[in-house]
């Protein structure tokens, strides 16, 4: 945190906005790969062909005319959606996405993979295939940010300017911070976690099928800081249980959990519900317990109390959750959050309405990146882009951000093999259920229906700008 | 249900029927097929085969209370409340309707007639 930017406050108002060059309605510019995608499946079945005419003719709408330059940085969920969006509704601006990576991965589908419910194919896509015509790629990564001067650079030393900026970077997995943890060793001596990429899940998946072959003592770990997906701990925990009753070993095996926090889920009504099911099944939970040292290959956990006091653990299965915070070219930048809970993490500094840097008028942030209450998911993805594209536009356009983000996040918490909870909830940690006869805490086969074959659609149609 | 559910159930459909392209081509030609051969092999009986068809429908839609929870790792034993029951139903009429649409040219080739000098 020391050699962090303390760069001047720059104020939203000297920002120079392009020039706006008109808004008119007109029919979007072609859709590249997903209209031809969809006229090729126009012929697959009958259902599909009535939505196919609807998806292609809706997104006929106004598009905002200017020569802004507008780099979003990463292409994950979130800066796809975006570019996409951007693409289909601005006409003329000039759009590059900075990031290497080639591969697209469907994250949500990890604790599926590392559970045994998914093939790991399921999860692997390309981004070339998600990645809208009309936008200039570099496949690099940014080294530096320069807000200031309303540029960064990439790791090639390559300098791209812009008018506005997008960050959608994701998270760091900052294994580092447990020491002796080795991401590489994931899936032997127990070692598992399902946040590392689809090798480690497979990985993941391997070592449990192992384990309730046996059975024996499994430690389940959640770190303090915020991180993506915050139901993957408590899934992986509900799913490694329904496995070793599966497998005919639970009742000889010790599954217990250790939370750095003093809770296991953010909503209250729903830790209560947690916890008293573990409650139930004899999963103890250790609260205030911080996984800070791993011995591999001794299979050996060491945690640590807020007062200092150190616990060792020996375990035949560990599920380390990492600690996560900003990638470093962010964290070391004067986007970071420079103060409040927010700092420590160098999460990006948005107003948690808008969306809009809270120093940088020219500046948004989407996706797990902003410091933000709640909600590192896809579903805060999918119901933030739009808001996010259409205060950028507006701002664009010379006006303030007209629209507003209540926060809004979902997880299907895997109960077991064919149920699950459709939780959903805001940044206040209301239930907020997108359907009023859906009842979230109702053990559901509908919640698994959707967990494992409806909301990777959802996703593609998320990545894809269109919802 | 609110415009946005809609677009987003609409999407979700579309998303996953292109991600089941080629069983979708596969069944869409063999009922096209099916249709062709009842149209060109004889004289079809379209009201008898529409009955086999709708029978058939009926069939798959109640099999399929049985066999779409297993076909994602779960059982009809996981279903709790209403919804889930709702939802399986509209899963299982799917696959009713994809009987239908296969059994009716079936039904009509094997209850019509032949053409006049067409082969046994």
Redesign the interface.
């Known amino acids: 945190m020391s050699n962090r930017s303390n760069s001047a406050k720059r104020s939203q108002e000297n920002t120079e906005p392009p020039q706006v060059l008109s808004q008119h309605a007109e029919a979007l510019p072609p859709g590249g790969a997903s209209r031809r995608r969809l006229l090729l499946g126009a012929a697959a079945a009958p259902v599909a062909v009535g939505a196919a005419a609807t998806l292609r003719s809706a997104p006929t709408r106004a598009s905002l005319q200017t020569n802004a330059r507008i780099v979003v940085v990463g292409s994950g969920l979130a800066g796809l959606a975006v570019a996409n969006r951007l693409v289909r509704e601005l006409d003329g601006a000039d759009i590059t996405v900075v990031d290497r990576k080639e591969e697209h991965n469907y994250q949500p589908g990890y604790t599926l993979v590392g559970t045994g419910i998914w093939p790991v194919d399921k999860v692997i896509d390309r981004n070339a295939d998600l990645m809208p015509e009309g936008v200039r790629w570099v496949r690099e990564m940014v080294a530096e940010y320069d807000p200031d001067h309303n540029a960064l650079i990439t790791d090639s030393g390559k300098r791209i300017d812009y008018d506005y900026l997008v960050v959608a970077t994701g998270c760091h997995l900052d294994y580092e911070q447990i020491e002796g943890m080795d991401p590489a060793a994931i899936g032997k001596k127990g070692l598992t976690s399902v946040y590392n990429g689809p090798k480690a899940v497979t990985e993941t998946w391997k070592a449990m099928d192992t384990f309730r072959q046996r059975g024996g003592k499994a430690v389940m770990t959640l770190p303090a800081t915020p991180i993506k997906c915050a139901g993957a701990p408590l899934k992986t925990t509900f799913m490694l249980v329904d496995r070793l009753r599966q497998a005919g070993t639970f009742e000889r095996s010790q599954v217990e959990f250790h939370s750095a926090l003093g809770v296991v889920f953010g909503v209250p009504v729903i830790n209560q519900r947690i916890l008293e099911r573990w409650a139930d099944w004899n999963v103890p939970v250790h609260f205030s317990s911080k996984l800070v040292a791993v011995d591999i290959d001794a299979q050996r956990a060491t945690f640590e109390s807020p007062e200092g006091e150190r616990t060792v653990e020996d375990y035949d299965f560990i599920h380390v959750v990492p600690p996560m915070r900003a990638p470093d070219s962010l964290f070391h930048s004067p986007l970071a959050a420079q103060e409040g809970p927010m700092a420590a993490g160098g999460w990006l500094e948005v107003d948690r309405e808008t969306l809009r840097h809270r120093r940088y008028g020219n500046v948004f942030g989407v996706g797990d990146i902003n410091g933000t209450p709640r909600g590192k998911t896809a579903a805060t993805v999918k119901q933030s882009v739009p808001k996010v594209v259409a205060n950028l536009i507006d701002v664009i356009a010379g006006r303030e951000p007209s629209m507003r983000f209540d926060g809004y996040t979902s997880c299907p918490m895997i109960l077991r093999e064919g149920s699950a909870w459709l939780i959903e909830f805001d940044y206040e940690g209301r239930l907020t259920p997108s359907l009023p006869m859906i009842e979230p805490l109702q053990d559901s086969w509908f919640a698994w229906l959707m967990k494992v074959q409806l909301l990777k659609p959802a996703y593609m149609a998320v990545a894809k700008g269109r919802v | ?2 415009l ?2 809609i ?2 159930a ?10 089941n ?1 080629a069983i ?2 596969i ?2 030609a063999a009922i096209a097929l099916l249709f062709g051969a009842a149209v060109v092999k004889g004289k079809p009986a379209w009201c008898v085969g529409f009955k086999v068809g709708m029978v058939a429908a009926v069939l798959v839609t109640l099999a399929g209370f049985f066999f779409v ?1 297993a076909l ?4 009809i ?5 209403w ?2 029951w709702a ?2 139903f509209a ?1 299982s009429a ?1 696959f009713g309707a994809a009987a239908f649409a296969l059994c009716w040219p079936l039904g009509a080739i094997f209850a019509g007639g032949r053409r006049p000098g067409g082969s046994a």
């Open positions: 249900m609110p946005y559910e677009w987003l609409m999407n979700i459909v579309w998303e996953f029927a292109l991600a392209l979708l081509i069944l869409a929870p994602i790792d779960s059982s034993s996981d279903l709790t409340y919804v889930d939802n399986l899963v799917v």
